[in-house]
């Protein structure tokens, strides 16, 4: 099997890291092709992999006892799935679902815990990545509290397209709804006044950006925070040094 090379990952995560931090994980990482509703890492469960995301997108749903859920995070080529091994726990307080098709790399738990003593650059850069999770979920309980349901949808069609390949973005009505915490009615109407003011289109299963800046402008002060706490820690990212 051909080898991994640093210099072809599209993971923000990997490509940067030092060679020599790259070459303790190379010889450890396994492809892990990424289907639509894959659960990666599930709530209250040992948690096997952690998966540095190549393509695609994967969301972190919160989920409660009753089933009452919603999406707390997005995780692009930008970062991993798996954090709570950072920080010392096998488990995680909700599920990672792949929401976009696509690839990541698998790392096992045990060679994680193998690996992560061996260099304290590694795990410095790791923990700054939890820090940009963190600054996410907390971006997201704001944006839930205190803004408008077009502020909220502008800022998650943002987030995703940063991690989407392209202006298509594959979803429906009924998971927008789920991601939002919101009834399916009320994303439908949101929807419904981007596409007449010629922000989006949309067809059975997909929205399709077609003016960004129409969405920045909706989304106002609820997007740009973690996004900004990303280039802070770990450098810029490609998405927003193209806006």
């Known amino acids: 099997m051909t080898q991994l090379e640093q210099a072809s990952c599209r993971n923000r995560l990997l490509a940067e890291l030092l060679p020599s931090d790259f070459d303790l994980l190379r010889g450890r990482l396994a492809p892990k092709k990424l289907a639509v509703g894959d659960v990666l890492i599930q709530t209250d469960t040992p948690i096997t992999s952690l998966y540095f995301i190549e393509r695609g997108i994967v969301s972190l749903v919160a989920q ?116 939002l915490g919101v009834n399916r009615t009320g994303v439908s109407e949101a929807l419904a006044a981007l596409e007449r003011a010629k922000v989006i289109t949309t067809k059975r299963g997909t929205i399709v950006i077609k003016d960004r800046e129409h969405l920045l402008a909706q989304a106002g002060a609820c997007y740009g925070m973690p996004e900004a706490e990303y280039d802070r820690l770990l450098g810029p990212t490609t998405s927003i040094a193209t806006v």
Request: charged share 20%; hydrophobic share 45%; net charge negative.
């Open 64 to 179: 409660a006892p009753d089933g009452e859920q919603a999406e707390i995070g997005l995780v692009g080529c930008e970062g991993l799935v798996g954090i709570p091994l950072l920080l010392g726990s096998d488990q995680a307080p909700y599920d990672g679902r792949v929401q976009h098709t696509g690839l990541a790399w698998a790392l096992s738990a045990s060679s994680f815990c193998e690996i992560l003593p061996r260099s304290s650059a590694l795990g410095e850069r790791l923990l700054r990545y939890v820090q940009t999770v963190t600054a996410q979920i907390a971006g997201t309980a704001l944006a839930n509290a205190r803004y408008t349901l077009a502020a909220r949808l502008a800022r998650w069609l943002l987030m995703c397209h940063d991690r989407a390949e392209g202006d298509d973005l594959s979803t429906t009505h009924r998971f927008l709804s789920l991601m």
